[in-house]
């Protein structure tokens, strides 16, 4: 004869609120699988489509706003003019540029509609200025048709741009590559 469960001999109960994605440690059991990630992704997408409107565009507006004080600061306030900002410690003390040398300045010249002092100033800085205002367009877009925006890059990707980095801080600083400086 078996004894029914009572509050003495009752199993313990599961965690509460359940565990999601990888194993906890050993003896936790298996990382959900693809099927249980997919629910999880849509019931986000779902949830997110429930939001009203202004609060779906809150977070990429409050960037854009950011993004733009940014820019008019410094539009307004010239890097070419020193004192107005701190000078970038590489080239204090190595005399070499560093990846983001000549960024400020070519903000500047982007504020002031001059691309190509901008690419001559920091041509990757500019480069990447472009990659934010198509990703921060399909943020907004993605905001407006109610769905979220998934943005993952492989770790490939992210070992590519470091090494595009590198090897444009490299260049930049050899005597060939001197077009490359600001």
Same mark, same amino acid.
Request: with cysteine; charged share 10%; glycine share 10%.
């Given at each position: 004869? #078996?004894?029914?469960?009572?509050?003495?001999?009752?199993?313990?109960?599961?965690?509460?609120?359940?565990?999601?994605?990888?194993?906890?440690?050993?003896?936790?059991?298996?990382?959900?699988?693809?099927?249980?990630?997919?629910?999880?992704?849509? $019931?986000?997408?779902?949830e997110f489509r429930r939001r009203p409107l202004g609060r779906r565009l809150f977070a990429p507006l409050a #960037?854009?706003?950011?993004?733009?004080?940014?820019?008019?600061?410094?539009?307004?306030?010239?890097?070419?003019?020193?004192?107005?900002?701190?000078?970038?410690?590489?080239?204090?003390?190595?005399?070499?540029?560093?990846?983001?040398?000549?960024?400020?300045?070519?903000?500047?010249?982007?504020?002031?509609g001059d691309l190509a002092g901008a690419l001559g100033a920091n041509a990757l800085a500019v480069a990447g200025y472009a990659v934010?205002?198509?990703?921060?367009?399909?943020?907004?877009?993605?905001?407006?048709?109610?769905?979220? #925006?998934?943005?993952?890059?492989?770790?490939?990707?992210?070992?590519?741009?470091?090494?595009? #980095?590198?090897?444009?801080?490299?260049?930049?600083?050899?005597?060939?590559?001197?077009?490359? $400086?600001?």
């Open positions: 004869m #078996t004894a029914e469960p009572t509050p003495q001999n009752a199993p313990p109960a599961p965690p509460w609120p359940p565990r999601h994605g990888p194993a906890h440690g050993p003896g936790h059991g298996p990382a959900h699988g693809p099927a249980h990630e997919a629910a999880l992704r849509e $019931a986000e997408a779902a #960037t854009l706003a950011g993004v733009a004080a940014a820019f008019a600061y410094v539009g307004a306030v010239d890097p070419n003019e020193p004192g107005h900002y701190p000078v970038c410690p590489l080239l204090r003390f190595t005399g070499l540029y560093c990846p983001g040398c000549g960024g400020l300045r070519s903000a500047h010249a982007v504020a002031h934010c205002a198509v990703l921060m367009a399909v943020w907004l877009v993605h905001a407006v048709r109610s769905t979220p #925006t998934r943005l993952a890059a492989r770790p490939a990707v992210w070992w590519a741009l470091g090494a595009l #980095t590198a090897l444009f801080a490299v260049i930049r600083n050899l005597p060939f590559g001197s077009f490359l $400086a600001p």
